[in-house]
Nanobody, 122 residues
Framework: QVQLVESGGGLVQAGGSLRLSCAAS????????MGWFRQAPGNEREFVAG??????FYANSVRGRFTISRDNAKNTVYLKMNSLKPEDTAVYYC?????????????????WGQGTQVTVSS
């Protein structure tokens, strides 16, 4: 079992920065593939960033602006978001894939947090 709790969402001005955290519990955390997804009203849930071991990968829309990282000692995954745009506004979810696929597809993830709202004002 893996439990995930996101935090760090809020309101930020366009061009600003925000860091999201995902605190995880469970003995499989250190070996799980982790990802961040987001969903805005009327949109499909979309992949944002992923990490498996020390390898990271990103959606084209956020590459160069967002950074995913993991601190295994703290059982926490982070998403640092820079140069935020209004179109980044969404509920952000962290997710874990115990099969360690390193996937960008939501259906490949087994565990999900409750989500945290990020709103970027123009």
């Amino acid at each position: 079992q893996v439990q995930l709790v996101e935090s760090g969402g809020g309101l930020v001005q366009a061009g600003g920065s925000l860091r999201l955290s995902c605190a995880a519990s469970g003995r499989t955390f250190s070996t799980a593939s982790m990802g961040w997804f987001r969903q805005a009203p009327g949109n499909e849930r979309e992949f944002v960033a992923g990490i498996i071991w020390s390898s990271t990968f990103y959606a084209n829309s956020v590459r160069g602006r967002f950074t995913i990282s993991r601190d295994n000692a703290k059982n926490t995954v982070y998403l640092k978001m820079n140069s935020l745009k209004p179109e980044d506004t969404a509920v952000y979810y962290c997710a874990a894939d115990s099969a360690r696929r390193g996937s960008a597809h939501s259906n490949d993830y087994d565990y999900w947090g409750q989500g945290t709202q990020v709103t970027v004002s123009s």
